[in-house]
């Protein structure tokens, strides 16, 4: 094994490739290991920082100062930024590049939006998943899906280009103290009399007797998860969940090397206030419980929140946008666990003969039962 990557040359602010001490090529970051690892020579060379799983100590940033703007100098750092005009990712740009393609939907990009100052992360989770991995869970999940052609699986399968990308997420931690009023609803029943054809009947009606309440509830909150960019529809990024959060390294851009990294667009205010409302859904639950009885009315809640703060952090995600039969399709892919989540192809053919064969089964019933 070659010498500790530290002796390797820095990458230039806002980039991350390395080179190889061996020949000269560029580094890429091993998946599912702490290394840097050169395609061209096959030289291979430690990151000295990697902690191990679950041993990293992230910190966090207090949440009035960023959102006042007062955060120090080193917790901020400049990038060079292209913006999809198709699907609205920012994505980074590395070394000399002026144009790239989106990996999110194919779209090439060729417009440079000059640099960007952003928040550092704090924290980045590496990729476990090489590609070939995350092809096959792909492939796996176009295979299990009813109704989906199978040509758009084979076409995933032989060896069709995915891109990794770090997608950008806000994680927040709060306490909070909610006081509140409200009802709560216990269940009893009453018998009636009722008149049917075949004479009087009785049955028990359920009734609700609601009594005024009030209490408090407390609940500190941990790593509340919120995406921060636009390119992935909510229902893929809550597909990709969870993630395992105690995975997470201290940001270095060693882990970057030969990924794509996806600024931020969702700013940190707009994040915090997602975050909250997250928050505050939780805190309805312990209200319910708190309240008891069969049925309960929140009249009113006054959530109080202190000792915020945040991270921003980068999740490893593998994207494929394939277009198949004159249909464009796009897919990703959790780089941690493999959980996919993609555009739903339909095979017209398929459907076709499933519903000739329904009718044909139902034609022969109907025989069978007229005889």
Request: hydrophobic share 35%.
């Amino acid at each position: 094994m070659g010498r500790s990557a530290a002796a390797a040359p820095a990458a230039p602010r806002g980039e991350s490739h390395y080179h190889c001490e061996s020949c000269g090529a560029d580094l890429r970051f091993a998946p599912g290991q702490t290394r840097l690892v050169c395609d061209h020579c096959g030289h291979v060379q430690d990151i000295p920082s990697a902690t191990g799983r679950g041993e990293a100590r992230l910190r966090e940033l207090p949440l009035d100062d960023a959102l006042t703007r007062e955060l120090p100098a080193q917790e901020m750092e400049e990038h060079r930024t292209v913006s999809c005009p198709n699907c609205g990712a920012s994505i980074e740009l590395q070394n000399g590049e002026h144009a790239t393609e989106c990996p999110f939907c194919a779209t090439p990009v060729v417009v440079d939006t000059g640099t960007t100052r952003l928040i550092k992360p704090q924290g980045v989770l590496p990729f476990q998943l090489t590609e070939d991995q995350a092809r096959a869970a792909l492939s796996k999940w176009l295979g299990s899906l009813w109704f989906a052609p199978n040509g758009l699986s084979q076409y995933a399968r032989k060896g069709r280009r995915m891109t990794g990308i770090y997608a950008p997420f806000w994680t927040f931690d709060a306490a909070t103290r909610t006081r509140y009023s409200g009802q709560r609803g216990d269940a009893y029943y009453v018998t009636r009399t009722v008149q049917t054809d075949k004479g009087p009947r009785t049955e028990q009606v359920r009734r609700i007797r609601w009594t005024p309440v009030s209490g408090q509830v407390a609940r500190d909150f941990d790593d509340v998860v919120i995406y921060a960019a636009r390119s992935l529809p909510p229902d893929y990024v809550q597909a990709l969940r969870p993630w395992d959060l105690t995975a997470l390294e201290p940001y270095r851009r060693d882990y970057l090397a030969g990924f794509t990294a996806e600024g931020y667009t969702v700013q940190l205010q707009e994040g915090h206030h997602a975050a909250q409302a997250e928050m505050i859904r939780v805190i309805q639950t312990d209200i319910r419980r708190d309240i008891g009885g069969d049925e309960q009315r929140i009249g009113a809640m006054d959530p109080q929140f202190s000792a915020e703060t945040f991270k921003h952090i980068l999740l490893p995600i593998w994207t494929a946008a394939y277009k198949f039969r004159g249909r464009s399709y796009r897919f990703v892919v959790n780089a941690q666990t493999g959980r996919v989540r993609g555009d739903r192809p339909w095979s017209a053919w398929k459907i076709a003969l499933a519903v000739l064969a329904a009718v044909i089964v139902g034609g022969t019933l109907f025989y069978l039962k007229s005889r």
